[in-house]
């Protein structure tokens, strides 16, 4: 893809989460070192748009590998109908034109909309629409490949850039939301979150995606927050500010939660010696994503197995060296064709409703702003305001109490 789209926007390409990257850094090494130490290899270019092109290289290189790592981005999803976020036409044109922003895709989705009610209630809107399409949306092609990687034991490790969780609900590839601290980690692991799950702006509490949860009369607030302060009511202690519920994804500015996990399952991934890297549907231009990209092909090619390249455009500059096989074009169409890929039905497997577990005993985890944000600030002023009488199912704020 030449644009990034919706689900690879989830971090940005300058003045990223520094946290989150700093994290990976530690834990998997600083990848400017050694790139140019790479061992060369035979290298092959597919252009899927020219005729008579051969994929046999590719074929080769799926059909021997044992332990493959996979990182996705929003090129896998683009068929089944999850939107480009910089398009001029669709969901967010719509959005631009209802409300009458001027808002680029990556300024909806960078941590400052929680400064004021109104950006709040817009991105709580995109954000609602998002869901309904993934979750009424079809796993790919793509994705039923990577389950059969799955079945077959040959996935080490699906890292996903995209919120959509088209790939959890396919059985084999679930995640865990929060992912627990210590092995054993999932296979898949949601780089930039997942709209399938919300949490509270405090405590860290997880829950299902529920859209009424965002409605336009205001904030969510924190069940358990509440649960909190009815307990320190009871005991006859001065009230704390209670957290609100938001979508459980990672915005521009804020870094992951789980960014400790992360860098743990990327570690252990590297001493697990992977024999293949499959880049596919991205354009690779998140900081922390490049690092794990740069670690794991040297890992590779210590193996002396192969870095795959799929996507629309070719790699830039900072990736071209470290690929072996190059495929240009639609990645549905590239795997489809160099593997015994036989369709969705015929590989017999479940397609669920829901991807994600929430395992046992974790510590909740909260997302960590990089700068002082007003909003964060105004947030708690809500919630400090609100009387803690009862523990209403799903406590409102009203847009004037703001
Ligand atoms: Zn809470």
Redesign the pocket.
């Known amino acids: 893809m030449s644009n990034p789209t919706i689900s690879s926007l989830l971090n940005p390409v300058k003045g990223g989460p520094k946290a989150t990257v700093s994290r990976k850094r530690k834990a998997v090494g600083n990848a400017k070192q050694s790139t140019k130490n790479v061992p060369k290899q035979t290298r092959f270019l597919i252009d899927l748009g020219l005729p008579g092109y051969d994929i046999q290289p590719l074929a080769s290189v799926l059909q021997k590998s044992k332990r493959i790592v996979v990182i996705t981005g929003a090129g896998i999803s683009c068929q089944a109908g999850i939107p480009d976020f910089r398009s001029s036409t669709g969901l967010f044109k719509t959005l631009r034109s209802e409300y009458g922003i001027s808002f680029s895709g990556k300024e909806m989705f960078d941590n400052s909309v929680y400064r004021n009610i109104e950006t709040v209630n817009i991105f709580h809107e995109m954000i609602k629409q998002l869901y309904e399409l993934s979750k009424n949306a079809n796993p790919t092609d793509f994705h039923y490949f990577l389950a059969k990687l799955a079945k077959e034991s040959r996935l080490l490790r699906l890292y996903t850039q995209n919120i959509d969780y088209l790939e959890t609900r396919l059985e084999g590839l679930e995640t865990s939301i929060p992912l627990p601290s210590s092995p054993p980690w999932p296979l898949t692991i949601a780089l930039h979150g997942t709209l399938e799950m919300v949490s ?6 997880i829950q299902k995606f529920d859209p009424s949860f965002f409605g336009k009369d205001g904030l969510t607030a ?1 069940p ?2 509440r649960i ?1 302060n009815e307990v320190r009511r009871i005991a006859g202690k001065r009230s704390t500010a ?2 609100c519920l938001r979508p459980r994804i990672v915005l521009y500015n804020e870094s992951h939660p789980d960014s400790e996990a992360i860098g743990s399952v990327c570690t252990q991934d590297l001493k697990s010696k992977p024999d293949c890297l499959i880049i596919a549907g991205t354009s690779c231009k998140i900081p922390g994503v490049k690092r794990i990209i740069k670690q794991m092909s040297m890992s590779v090619r210590r193996q002396k197995g192969s870095v795959v390249w799929m996507n629309h455009d070719p790699p830039n500059k900072e990736f071209d060296h470290l690929c072996d096989v190059i495929v240009t074009g639609d990645c549905q169409t590239a795997v489809k064709e160099a593997t015994a890929y036989v369709g969705p039905t015929a590989l017999n497997i479940k397609l669920k409703t829901h991807g994600a577990k929430k395992p046992e005993n974790q510590r909740p985890r909260v997302y960590k702003k990089r700068a002082k944000v007003e909003g964060d600030i105004m947030l708690k002023e809500v919630f400090r305001s609100s009387k803690a009488s009862s523990v209403p199912p799903r406590p409102k704020v009203k847009l004037e109490e703001v």
Do not use: I, L
């Not at 509270?200 to 509490?205: I, L």
């Open positions: 509270c702006t405090k405590c860290g509490y924190c358990e927050c909190g209670e957290g």
